[in-house]
Structures are given as C-alpha cells and as structure tokens.
C-alpha cells in the first residue's frame, strides 16, 4: 500500500509555471506506475501525464503536451509536474495516482491509491 501527498499548488498568472510534487509513503514507490490527474469545477477528474515504474514510458494528455513535464525520482519516492506555460483552462484540483500493475492508464480507475489534490489557480 502506498500513501500520497501533493504539494506545490498555488495561484498563479497565466503564462507563468509551477512544479507540483507527489510525495509516496513506504519502500516500493518504484514498483509503482504513478499518474497526474486534475479535475475542474463541475467536470469530469481527467489524465493530465503519466510515467511507468522507470520513467521508460511517458503519457500526456493532448491539452498539455509541450507545456507539462511529469518525472519521479524513485530514490526519494516523489513523483513531479513540471507546468509551464499555464492558462486559465488548466484551473482545476490536482490529483497524483499509483497502481502496482506496469501499464500507464489514462482513466481514473485504473487507480488504486489517490492523494488529497492540490488546487492549481490560473488567472488570466
């Protein structure tokens, strides 16, 4: 079982960046396929990025290709995303996931353990 906890969200203008981290609890983060997920006021949660157990395999969805960069430093069980060029659009409640099994999916519930979210703010 894995635990996780966001950080890093805030307010900020458009055009501009934040790095969210997605702390994991235990020993075995790396045998992990972890994701970001957001979900917008009154909108379905949906994939935002995401990395297999090595980073050997990445998945972004299409709105933040270019602009979001996921990454993990399984030696201290952190997951990240890199958004730069943020938009108002990108408002929303950020969520990291973890599954045991190796494959990246992109829906919610292929999932079995969720953080708290962080809010991410974009003015425009």
């Known amino acids: 079982q894995v635990q996780l906890t966001e950080s890093g969200g805030g307010l900020v203008q458009a055009g501009g960046s934040l790095r969210l981290s997605c702390a994991a609890s235990?020993?075995?983060?790396?045998?992990?396929?972890v994701a970001w997920f957001r979900q917008a006021p009154g909108k379905e949660r949906e994939f935002v990025a995401g990395?297999?157990?090595?980073?050997?395999?990445?998945y972004y969805a299409d709105s933040v290709k270019g602009r979001f960069t996921i990454s993990r430093d399984n030696a201290k069980n952190t997951l990240y995303l890199q958004m730069n060029s943020l938009k108002p659009e990108d408002t929303a409640v950020y969520y990291c996931?973890?599954?045991?099994?190796?494959?990246?999916?992109?829906?919610?519930?292929?999932?079995?353990?969720w953080g708290q979210g962080t809010q991410v703010t974009v003015s425009s």
């Open positions: 996931a973890a599954r045991r099994n190796t494959a990246v999916l992109t829906t919610r519930g292929g999932y079995d353990y």
């Open positions: 235990g020993r075995t983060f790396s045998s992990y396929t």
């Open positions: 990395i297999s157990w090595f980073a050997d395999a990445l």
